[in-house]
C-alpha cells in the first residue's frame, strides 16, 4: 500500500478520536451547565422562602404599629371624655369610637398570634431548608468537580493527538493533505476501503480501472462519485 495511504489512514483514525474525545467534551460540558443550573434553582427555592419570611416579618411589624397607634388613639379619646367639656353627643361618638377600636385592637392581636405562628414555622423551615441547601450544593460541587477534572483529562489526550496530527501532516505533501482536509469537511470518513468493486463511502460501484489504480498504489485514487480517497484491502 502506497505510504501517502497508509498515513492517510492513520490521519483519519486520529480525526476520529479526536471527534470522539470534543463530542465527550462536549457532554460532559452539558452535564455540568445541568448541575449548574439545579443549583441555581434549588437556591432560588430558599431565597423565595426567606423572602416570604422576611414580608411575614413586616406585616407583623405594621400590625404591632397599628396597634400601638390605635391604643394612643383609645387614650386620647379617653382624655377627652375624662377632661374635655363637651356635649352628651360627643361623648356618645367618642364612645362608640373607643368601643370600635378596641373591637379592631382585638381582631389584629388575633391576627398578629396567627402571625407569630406562621413566622416561627416558616423560620424553622428556612433554617431546614438552608442546611439542605448546603449539603446539596457541596454534593453538587464535588460533582462539577469531578466533571472538570474528567475534562481536564480529555483535554491532554486532545493535545496528545493533536500533536500526533501535526507530526502527521508534517510528513505528508501539502497538497495530499489539502485534498483530504477538504473531504474531511464533508464526511467523517475521508479515506475508505473497495469493496467489492465498490466505494465503501457512498455505496457506489467504482470503474474497473479505478480498483486497478488503487491495487497498485502507485498514486492517491479517488472515487468517481463522492471523491472520497479509496485503497484497496
Ligand atoms: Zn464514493
Keep these: 500500500m502506497n505510504d501517502a495511504i497508509k498515513q492517510l489512514i492513520e490521519l483519519q483514525q486520529i480525526d476520529h478520536q479526536r471527534g470522539d474525545i470534543a463530542s465527550r467534551i462536549k457532554g460532559l460540558e452539558a452535564q455540568k451547565e445541568q448541575l449548574r443550573h439545579r443549583a441555581k434553582q434549588e437556591r432560588s427555592i430558599v431565597d423565595k422562602l426567606q423572602k416570604h419570611l422576611k414580608e411575614l416579618q413586616h406585616t407583623s411589624r405594621m400590625m404591632n404599629l397599628e396597634v400601638d397607634k390605635l391604643d394612643d388613639q383609645i387614650r386620647d379619646y379617653q382624655d377627652q371624655l375624662d377632661t374635655g367639656i363637651i356635649s ?108 467489492n468493486g465498490t466505494c465503501s463511502g457512498c455505496k457506489l460501484t467504482v470503474s474497473g480501472t479505478t480498483v486497478e489504480r488503487a491495487r497498485d498504489g502507485m498514486e492517491i485514487v479517488t472515487c468517481e462519485n463522492c471523491s472520497r480517497i479509496l485503497y484497496a484491502r
Design 88 to 195: 352628651f353627643k360627643e361623648m356618645e361618638a367618642l364612645r362608640t369610637k373607643i368601643s370600635n377600636q378596641r373591637t379592631r385592637i382585638s381582631e389584629m392581636e388575633d391576627e398578629a398570634l396567627h402571625l407569630m405562628d406562621e413566622i416561627e414555622e416558616t423560620t424553622v423551615r428556612h433554617a431546614q431548608e438552608v442546611e439542605k441547601l448546603a449539603v446539596r450544593e457541596a454534593d453538587l460541587d464535588s460533582e462539577i468537580a469531578k466533571i472538570d477534572d474528567h475534562i481536564a483529562q480529555l483535554q491532554r489526550e486532545q493535545s496528545e493527538w493533536e500533536a500526533k496530527r501535526e507530526r502527521l501532516v508534517a510528513a505528508l505533501p501539502r497538497h495530499v493533505v489539502q485534498q483530504y482536509d477538504h473531504l474531511h469537511a464533508k464526511f467523517d470518513d475521508p479515506v475508505v476501503p473497495i469493496e
